[in-house]
């Protein structure tokens, strides 16, 4: 992750970033959005897109192709840990504008239409994830291991509760 500069005036910035990582920016302006996803789905898609799409210049994605780091292994490292929050930096939840949730996806673009005056719509959207839909993820690793991987996201944890509570979310 690097810091984002930007030299000229627009609309939207998207992206993975660290949200207070903008420079030259005056941050009172910008209406900041944020997807967050459930801590321990977060970290099993991300285990589980890495293996299906092994990007070697990625020491720890090399780790996985090339060592078979298993996916309690993966939850352990400190970089893998908690990385919601970490993107979000120092920027406080109740600073966004908008707060949307993976799992309510359709009722989180819904608000995001009526906060922003737009008219996106939720059934134009692909989950490519092959995973999705098929199983939850509590199902597929089972409840010690994804006990375990939240104990490693507590952060992260913390943060979706207060996204759901925040945004209204049921």
Known sequence: ?????VDQECDILHGHFIADSLIGI???SIQYIVWLRDPVDRVVSHYNYWQR?????????????????TLKEFCQIESMRDV????????????FAFIGIQE????SISKFNNIFDFNIDDDVFENYNPQAKKQSYLELIGKDLYDFIESQNKLDRELYLE????????
């Open 53 to 69: 799409n092994p990007n070697m210049n990625q020491p720890i994605c090399r780790k996985i192709a090339e060592e078979g780091l």
């Open 104 to 107: 309510k996806f359709q009722e």
């Open 26 to 28: 005056d941050l009172r």
């Open 84 to 95: 919601q929050s970490f993107f979000l930096g120092k920027v406080p939840l109740k600073q």
């Open 163 to 170: 996204a759901l509570e925040l945004m209204g979310y049921k």
């Open 1 to 5: 992750v690097r810091k984002v500069s």
